[in-house]
């Protein structure tokens, strides 16, 4: 693999053999039914020919499960391709992220060069908030046109921004701006979801829903046909692959995949509340937010000690330090089943009291 240099990129993802509260998504992990489709449509061969065929299924599919209109959608291998092809779709001369955020926005904005500018969430005791007018002074003196990026629930801190919050900074942005809401973890979340409109790109992630990162599937939904066209436009001719394409079609109409999904946001809403318990008592400060992770921070031992503290105890965490605006103080762990929930606090509880020993 190349070393990139400026433009590595840091991303969750535990090393083999250590349990993973790195790369949140379903604590409940890829359902058994959409193993047996992956396996059948293996089976049946489908990877020997090119996918374009399946996306008739894939569209009816996605257009079922997410309730959307199928003109009004793209699939596309993972959410994390929209976010790259945004600023080269919308020829955007500038970025404006709410931050801290998911992205490689920074390694986009240098090779691109264009200019990359932050709105920063503020924080108010264990909570994040957004104050609009901060996105908005950023996106006035920003070069245009500009691509707007949010992420609800926001990674890494959980923040849910209302939808009256995106609502009042679609109404203020200036004109020629694109604004992208990041909802990647949407259905992990209390929500309700954005749907498609005029106004804003939305962006969906199969890979979280179910758990299946390895298997790329995303979507970009919006009811502005023109700017819709842009981006199927730019997209490679196969975004998502031919054993993807056939396993989802085929899933996304059965109704299991439905509970599935409802069945992990109900661990994550009965979980992250106990987890965060647990983590205030083992002496992190866990921040309040919906999202399928909690973000905390521990002054006592900071990163890289804490996260190596952990490895030893055979958990891999995420060190925020890579974030903008975090550091060293700062991780992100991912809800997941109860007892390795009570892992993860009685490893954290000893790292914290002992040092990473
Ligand atoms: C906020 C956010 N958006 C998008 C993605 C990428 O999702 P996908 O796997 O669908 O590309 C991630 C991955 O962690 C994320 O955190």
Known sequence: MPDVGLLSRTHGGAPPGLLDFSSPSNP????????????????????????????????ESLSSFLGFDQEQLVPLNGAAEALSLAPLVLQARSL???????????????????????????REGSSFTLDVDDVIKEASQAPKPLVVIISRPNNPTGY?????????????????SILIVD????????GPALRPREDLVILRSLTKAFSTPGLRLGVLATANLRLLEKFVSALQA??????????????????RARRHVEEGARLVQSERPRLSRGLRKA????????????????????????????????????????????????SRVSVRKPPENDRLVRAVSEVLAYGPR
């Open 96 to 122: 404006v992220v709410v931050e801290p955020n998911f992205g490689d926005h920074e390694a986009m904005a240098r090779v691109l060069g264009i200019d990359l500018r932050r709105a920063l969430l503020t």
């Open 28 to 59: 409940l992990g890829p359902p058994a039914d959409l193993i047996s489709y992956v396996l059948g449509c293996a089976a049946e061969g489908v990877y020997s020919s090119y996918p374009t065929w399946l996306y008739r299924d894939l569209y």
């Open 160 to 176: 849910l921004a209302p939808i009256s919050v995106i609502d009042d900074l679609s109404s203020r942005l200036p004109r020629d």
């Open 238 to 255: 196969w975004p998502v692959d031919s054993i993807t394409a056939c396993a989802f079609s085929r899933f996304l109409r059965d109704e």
């Open 283 to 330: 002496g992190a400060e866990a921040y309040e937010g919906e999202a399928p992770f909690v973000m905390i921070r521990h002054d006592a031992v900071q990163n890289p000690l804490f996260q190596q503290g952990l490895v030893k105890r055979g958990i891999y965490v995420r060190d925020c330090s890579s974030f903008y605006g975090l550091g060293p103080s700062f």
């Open 183 to 190: 909802e990647a973890f949407i259905d992990l979340s209390p």
